[in-house]
Nanobody, 127 residues
Framework: VQLQASGGGLVQPGGSLRLSCAASGSTANYYAIGWFRQAPGKRREGVSCISTTDGSAYHASSVNGRFTISRDNAKNTVYLQMNSLKSEDTAVYYC?????????????????????WGQGTQVTVSS
């Protein structure tokens, strides 16, 4: 299982970016895909996740209303649309997959719930 995260870059506050997480196989092989981020000097935190079984999506309170996670099964890709970006969104963003249904009926924000990880993409929000 390989995940490839892309789409990061430099954006001004209030701007938007769309991150992509391309899976080497069908996303249906996983129970959930999650996005995490790690800012300098901070622990990695869960941002958004989507269940591949029923499509239910969840967002951390810090990004709720600004970020949207979605999937394109035909392209084996999960997206993270990030709007109204703030300087505190600056971080390396990682996507991860849960192959073992760590969370029944949904998805979670704990690193231990995911067994495959992409390499990360840098998002910098700065004027």
């Amino acid at each position: 299982v390989q995940l490839q995260a892309s789409g990061g870059g430099l954006v001004q506050p209030g701007g938007s970016l769309r991150l992509s997480c391309a899976a080497s196989g069908s996303t249906a092989n996983y129970y959930a895909i999650g996005w995490f981020r790690q800012a300098p000097g901070k622990r990695r935190e869960g941002v958004s996740c989507i269940s591949t079984t029923d499509g239910s999506a969840y967002h951390a309170s810090s990004v709720n209303g600004r970020f949207t996670i979605s999937r394109d099964n035909a392209k084996n890709t999960v997206y993270l649309q990030m709007n109204s970006l703030k300087s505190e969104d600056t971080a390396v963003y990682y996507c991860a997959a849960d192959s073992f249904q760590s969370v029944v009926g949904g998805c979670g924000f704990l690193e231990k719930e995911y067994d495959s990880w992409g390499q990360g993409t840098q998002v910098t929000v700065s004027s």
